[in-house]
């Protein structure tokens, strides 16, 4: 089993930062990418930002340039700093894994339990 536990999130005023961290635990074999998602009140979960194995990164275009991604191999912990925000930014945030948990076994996707981003006007 694969755990991800999300922190960072809270209530911040526009023009404001914020910082995500997720830290994934348990049955790991191999990663094969970490990211972000994020749901606002009405709307479909979207994708925020990725980051790949080999290190490629891909961005929502409504948050390229005001948010990067990074992430510390070692210990399966990917990172969101949220600059500029704005109340569209306004969601709860989900980490997100791909990967296996042994050679053996197909892949699977995991997700956080999300934490909520508020910015206000």
């Known amino acids: 089993q694969v755990q991800l536990v999300e922190s960072g999130g809270g209530l911040v005023q526009a023009g404001g930062s914020l910082r995500l961290s997720c830290e994934a635990s348990?049955?790991?074999?191999?990663?094969?990418?970490m990211g972000w998602y994020r749901q606002a009140p009405g709307k479909e979960r979207e994708l925020v930002a990725r980051?790949?194995?080999?290190?490629?990164?891909n961005y929502a275009d409504s948050v390229k340039g005001r948010f990067t991604i990074s992430r510390l191999n070692a210990k399966n912990t990917v990172y969101l700093q949220m600059d500029s925000l704005t109340p569209e930014d306004t969601a709860v945030y989900y980490c997100?894994?791909?990967?296996?948990?042994?050679?053996?076994?197909?892949?699977?996707?995991?997700w956080g339990q999300g934490t909520q981003v508020t910015v206000s006007s």
């Open positions: 997100n894994l791909m990967g296996y948990t042994s050679y053996d076994v197909p892949g699977d996707e995991y």
């Open positions: 980051t790949t194995a080999g290190g490629s990164t």
């Open positions: 348990g049955s790991i074999f191999r990663v094969v990418a």
